[in-house]
């Protein structure tokens, strides 16, 4: 999970896949290979979903930024193994979850983005995907008040 880099932090990220597992009812994990995608979600038999979870301080009207990098391999991981490819984003700002299925169909705008913060990809292509393509997990007490990346 990045907060403007490539820093993991498993607390937040258990946090924000706590909320995922109570509204989708799939068991989530943190993956052992978090540097290739953050988790998984599976019922009783089988793998749901894999994605990547990102934590944005600040609301972006225009949309969420996607990385080509971190979009091509969840595509290439989920189409191997026959599941959804997720990505996530957790606003600071409001403190609503944002997920987007990789797989339907969303709306999005070329970008080449810039994070001076990045310890490994100072910039890199990718796509802001639009709002309305975003489903919106609203907040609720899962750390008992806001969802916390501390």
Known sequence: ???????????????????????????ANITPVSHKFDFTLEDKCNWKAVGEIKTRQFFYKEGWF????????????????????????????????YKLDLSAPYKWQP????????????????RIVELESWAALPSTSVDGGKLTTN
């Open 1 to 27: 999970m990045s907060y403007l880099s490539n820093r993991n932090n498993e607390h937040g990220e258990r946090v924000v896949l706590d909320r995922l597992s109570k509204v989708t009812g799939y068991k």
């Open 66 to 97: 996607v990385s080509d990098d971190k979009r091509l391999l969840l595509e290439k991981v989920a189409d191997t193994i026959g599941v959804s490819p997720w990505f996530v984003i957790h606003c600071m700002a409001n403190d609503v979850i």
């Open 111 to 126: 970008k080449r983005m810039t994070n001076r913060f990045s310890e490994t990809k100072p910039s890199q292509w990718g």
